[in-house]
Nanobody, 118 residues
């Protein structure tokens, strides 16, 4: 079993930055691919970014590519040039293989709120 705890959310102005973290623990968690998803009120959960177990391969949603960076250490999600449409609850998750599909992720954290507003 893998346990995930997401943190780092907050309120930021448009154009600002935030860094989310996902603390992982449990058996073999280092062998899992890690990902971030988000869900805004009234919308479906959507993929944001993912990274393979070795850290060598990453995937990004088109909407965040070039603005967000995922890294393996603590599964950081560095978010820059934030926009109001980035406002959502952000969830970290672990999967047996690198994927952008939520169905492939077996373990989920509790979520951390990101609000982008002036």
């Amino acid at each position: 079993q893998v346990q995930l705890v997401a943190s780092g959310g907050g309120v930021v102005q448009p154009g600002g930055s935030l860094r989310l973290s996902c603390a992982a623990s449990g058996r073999d968690f280092r062998l899992y691919a890690m990902g971030w998803f988000r869900q805004a009120p009234g919308k479906e959960r959507e993929f944001v970014a993912a990274i393979g177990w070795s850290g060598a391969t990453t995937l990004y949603a088109d909407s965040v590519r070039g603005r967000f960076t995922i890294s393996r250490d603590n599964t950081y999600l560095q978010m820059s040039n934030l926009k109001p449409e980035d406002t959502a609850m952000y969830y970290c998750a672990a999967a047996r293989r690198l994927s952008s599909s939520a169905g492939d992720f077996l373990h989920w954290g509790q979520g951390t709120q990101v609000t982008v507003s002036s």
